[in-house]
């Protein structure tokens, strides 16, 4: 497995400067939280090592999260140990739903508009909530997803055919930079899908692979908008990205999870088993 591992951790550290606090955050998100929440300094350290991090800038980065309010950290006397904090687990729950869930429902046809009085909060209120813009005071949803309020006139929208309500989408949000993303995402995937179909990696590997495959995926699906696929181009690479991912995860997690068994351990000990949320990453 060192063959299929060595040019994706390349690949990580290709990006300057390495962004140690962003992989801690998918360890987490991936790995942990769904164990309990709870690490401890050395069990990270163990998989940070195996990506080539050193473990001063590890150390460097959890400060960081701690004094930006996105983790917690208390010692049990030499050990030191960390979990996410309200603030932080909120937003995990939030990409969770994005990285591991299902894609969008069916669309019913029609476009929500919303004319706004004035730009500002109300804007980035509809903005966070999925919608894209069409112009500085005219938003577009694919449902309405969120109240007007007295800032804003509703509208329903049916387009006439497909092919406008795709141009419109395309129009409104980044549809083809998020594809660009899961295009190279797919490129360079695909080889470990290969590879993983013929020999899959056990211990430490299976963990550090199923990192760098969400750490990847996470770049992608965190920027998309998440549309109906009648508004997505009908070569979307994003649906051959999501099922490399879905199949790539599905095939070595349990090897992961074995690591994880035997080696992660929190304040109380050992990590507990998932739940079961965890089994459903990744549903059809």
């Given at each position: 497995m060192a063959d299929l591992l060595a040019p994706l951790i390349d690949h990580f550290h290709a990006r300057t400067p390495i962004r140690a606090g962003s992989l801690v955050v998918t360890v987490f998100g991936d790995a942990v939280v769904p164990r309990g929440g709870a690490l401890s300094l050395e069990s990270l350290l163990a998989v940070t090592r195996a990506f080539r991090i050193g473990d001063g800038v590890v150390r460097t980065a959890l400060s960081r999260l701690v004094a930006d309010g996105w983790f917690e950290r208390w010692k049990l006397g030499r050990n030191s140990f960390y979990r996410l904090t309200g603030t932080g687990a909120a937003a995990f729950?939030?990409?969770?739903?994005?990285?591991?869930?299902?894609?969008?429902?069916?669309?019913?046809?029609?476009?929500?508009?919303?004319?706004?009085?004035?730009a500002g909060a109300a804007r980035a209120e509809?903005?966070?909530a999925g919608y894209g813009s069409l112009g500085p005071d005219l938003m577009i949803g694919t449902a309405a997803t969120v109240p007007a309020g007295e800032g804003a006139?509703?509208?329903?929208?049916?387009?006439e055919d497909p092919a406008t309500a795709r141009r419109l989408?395309?129009?409104?949000?980044?549809?083809?930079?998020?594809?660009?993303?899961?295009?190279?995402?797919?490129?360079?995937?695909?080889?470990?899908?290969e590879a993983v179909a013929v020999e899959r990696p056990v211990g430490l590997d299976a963990l550090v692979l199923r990192i760098l495959l969400i750490h990847e995926y996470r770049r992608a699906v965190l920027k998309d908008p998440l549309l109906p696929a009648d508004l997505l181009p009908e070569d979307w690479p994003g649906t051959a990205a999501r099922a490399l991912c879905a199949t790539?995860?599905?095939?070595?997690?349990?090897?992961?999870?074995?690591?994880?068994?035997?080696?992660?351990?929190?304040?109380?000990?050992?990590?507990p088993p998932p739940g079961p949320a965890f089994a459903a990453r990744f549903a059809a």
């Amino acid at each position: 497995m060192a063959d299929l591992l060595a040019p994706l951790i390349d690949h990580f550290h290709a990006r300057t400067p390495i962004r140690a606090g962003s992989l801690v955050v998918t360890v987490f998100g991936d790995a942990v939280v769904p164990r309990g929440g709870a690490l401890s300094l050395e069990s990270l350290l163990a998989v940070t090592r195996a990506f080539r991090i050193g473990d001063g800038v590890v150390r460097t980065a959890l400060s960081r999260l701690v004094a930006d309010g996105w983790f917690e950290r208390w010692k049990l006397g030499r050990n030191s140990f960390y979990r996410l904090t309200g603030t932080g687990a909120a937003a995990f729950a939030r990409a969770t739903a994005r990285i591991y869930g299902p894609a969008a429902p069916a669309w019913s046809g029609a476009f929500d508009l919303l004319v706004l009085d004035e730009a500002g909060a109300a804007r980035a209120e509809f903005a966070a909530a999925g919608y894209g813009s069409l112009g500085p005071d005219l938003m577009i949803g694919t449902a309405a997803t969120v109240p007007a309020g007295e800032g804003a006139l509703r509208l329903a929208a049916r387009p006439e055919d497909p092919a406008t309500a795709r141009r419109l989408a395309a129009r409104a949000w980044p549809v083809a930079e998020v594809g660009e993303r899961y295009a190279r995402f797919v490129a360079t995937f695909a080889a470990a899908g290969e590879a993983v179909a013929v020999e899959r990696p056990v211990g430490l590997d299976a963990l550090v692979l199923r990192i760098l495959l969400i750490h990847e995926y996470r770049r992608a699906v965190l920027k998309d908008p998440l549309l109906p696929a009648d508004l997505l181009p009908e070569d979307w690479p994003g649906t051959a990205a999501r099922a490399l991912c879905a199949t790539l995860y599905r095939a070595i997690a349990p090897a992961a999870e074995a690591w994880l068994d035997a080696h992660a351990v929190s304040d109380t000990g050992p990590l507990p088993p998932p739940g079961p949320a965890f089994a459903a990453r990744f549903a059809a």
